[in-house]
């Protein structure tokens, strides 16, 4: 599989900045490490930038509605996930 490339559709290029995004907040990264990331986890997943990306970003909205392959991110990054809502916890 290749790098996700950041042109083409530009619905999916969003998805996949927003991603990005998400990933360094999550992470507390560089651009260039949340975007490894994001292609790595292409690369495991076999799941096509875009997809991933918006998968990612439903994981993260919570807003219920199932998306597809939001288990396979949960699965990547459910554990980024995690320990933001303990650290929220924590917080109060």
Request: charged share 20%.
């Amino acid at each position: 599989m290749t790098e996700p490339s950041r042109r083409g559709d530009p619905s999916s290029r969003r998805m996949i900045d927003l991603a990005i995004g998400i990933l360094m907040g999550l992470r507390g990264c560089s651009e260039r490490d949340a975007f490894d990331d994001l292609v790595s986890a292409v690369r495991q997943t076999g799941i096509g930038p875009g997809a991933l990306a918006t998968a990612l970003a439903h994981l993260v909205g919570g807003k219920g509605d199932d998306v597809a392959h939001q288990t396979e991110a949960a699965l990547v990054w459910g554990h980024l996930l995690a320990a933001r809502a303990a650290s929220a916890a924590v917080a109060r």
